[in-house]
């Protein structure tokens, strides 16, 4: 019988963290990040897991670590935030070419400058292209639920690709919301041992970690990532339909939300699904219009041909980001999925919105607005502007 409790973001992933009892967890504190660390030390202190904590001097070092523990045959994972990503960067990198299945747990915060704590996309998104799997949350459930798959998918054969759980920070990291856990003896079935095949503590193999690849060896190792980022796919969906079998809820690359007889969608990443929603269950009642959802889930591996499929039979499509991009072509999202509706031959009238920088909020009444936009678009074929902000000061 599952659990039933109400808890924070940050105290989900902890607890999803307490249940697979990593073997190490290096981790500098950054705000909205810091309570997973804090509370995974609390876990380790009281005698609960037997996880290697590290106190690291920086997150640069805590991601060198993680390295370093993963190449040594753990299974290791770390958290941060924000400009805590950013330090690390040079380290993404590594970890993805390395073919390390390290876990990171991203409590998304707007990148500096000017300073800001709150929750905008700009730190997982300025890693998209870093050969990290990404997959971002709606909720606390969702957030705890992507955390208790993460290891499954990162160290699966095929893949073996470092992966980043994403949530909005305060939004979802510190809001308290109920939410069912698995059991831990599921959990820990679920998730099973790690069994690595190469690593650096077997005295059996002589293996180098890290070393300088000449031009006849740096093409091929991205084109190896390229595949297993493919493989993934395959993966994450296997993965998800195990876990619906112990967990009873299902996961996909994206969900759908009342998208089936929809003239007018929203693609959008993240908590503002939920006002989202709220806003589509009030446009439906109120006026009969029919409006829908596509909330991504997984953005990388990027899900371009079944998105596409998901928006093939609505009229106008607005897709919205929470971060931006300083192109002429939007945001991250906008730019993928026009370009996913693009290649599949369907040339609708899309709109890019930019919303949430920072942390601004984001009503039903601005997606009430946002859907009248896309009506007005489908019936005029006029697209007034590809790329606007949502809730911007005069």
């Known amino acids: 019988m599952a659990i039933r409790d109400r808890l924070s973001g940050n105290e989900a992933i902890a607890y999803a963290i307490k249940q697979i009892n990593p073997d190490v967890m290096p981790a500098f504190p950054i705000t909205p990040s810091t309570e997973i660390p ?12 037997d996880t290697e904590f590290i106190h690291v001097e920086s997150e640069h070092s805590s991601m060198s670590a993680t390295i370093g523990a993963s190449a040594a045959g753990a299974r290791a994972l770390t958290a941060t935030s924000s400009c805590g990503l950013a330090l690390m960067w040079e380290e993404l990198y590594v970890a993805a070419s390395n073919r390390f299945p390290v876990v990171l747990a991203l ?9 800001n704590i709150n929750a905008d996309h700009s730190d997982s998104m300025g890693a998209r292209d870093s050969g990290w799997i990404q997959i971002y949350a709606e909720s606390n459930q969702e957030a705890y639920d992507n955390f208790v798959q993460s290891f499954r998918i990162a160290e699966h054969k095929d893949v073996m690709l470092p992966v980043m759980i994403c949530q909005d920070g305060f939004i979802t990291s510190h809001g308290v919301e109920n939410i069912e856990l698995v059991e831990d003896n599921l959990v820990k079935d679920f998730v099973g041992e790690y069994e690595p095949e190469h690593y650096l503590l077997n005295s059996e193999e002589k293996m180098a970690v890290g070393p300088y690849a000449v031009s006849n060896y740096y093409m091929e190792t991205k084109r190896a990532q390229t595949e297993a980022l493919h493989n993934a796919k395959k993966v994450i969906l296997e993965v998800a339909a195990e876990y619906e079998k112990i967990s ?23 908590s503002a699904a939920g006002t989202c929603k709220a806003a589509v269950d009030e446009i439906r009642e109120k006026t009969g219009k029919k409006v829908g959802i596509l909330k991504i889930r997984v953005f990388r591996p990027f899900p371009e041909e079944e998105i596409a499929e998901a928006l093939k039979n609505v009229k106008s499509v607005a897709i919205l980001d929470r971060s931006e991009m300083f192109a002429g072509t939007g945001g991250p999202l906008g730019a993928e999925v026009t370009a996913a509706l693009y290649r599949a031959g369907q040339f609708k009238e899309v709109v890019n919105y930019i919303y949430g920088l920072g942390g601004r909020d984001i009503t039903v009444k601005d997606f009430e607005e946002v859907y009248d936009e896309l009506e007005r678009m489908a019936e005029t074929h006029e697209v007034r502007d590809n790329y606007k902000y949502i809730g911007l000061r005069g």
């Open 38 to 49: 804090q509370y995974v030390a609390t876990y380790i202190a009281n005698g609960e897991i």
């Open 107 to 115: 409590v998304n915060r707007a990148l500096s400058g000017p300073i």
């Open 248 to 270: 009873g809820r299902k996961y996909g690359f994206f969900e759908e939300y009342r998208l089936d007889d929809a003239d007018y969608a929203i693609v959008i990443i993240g």
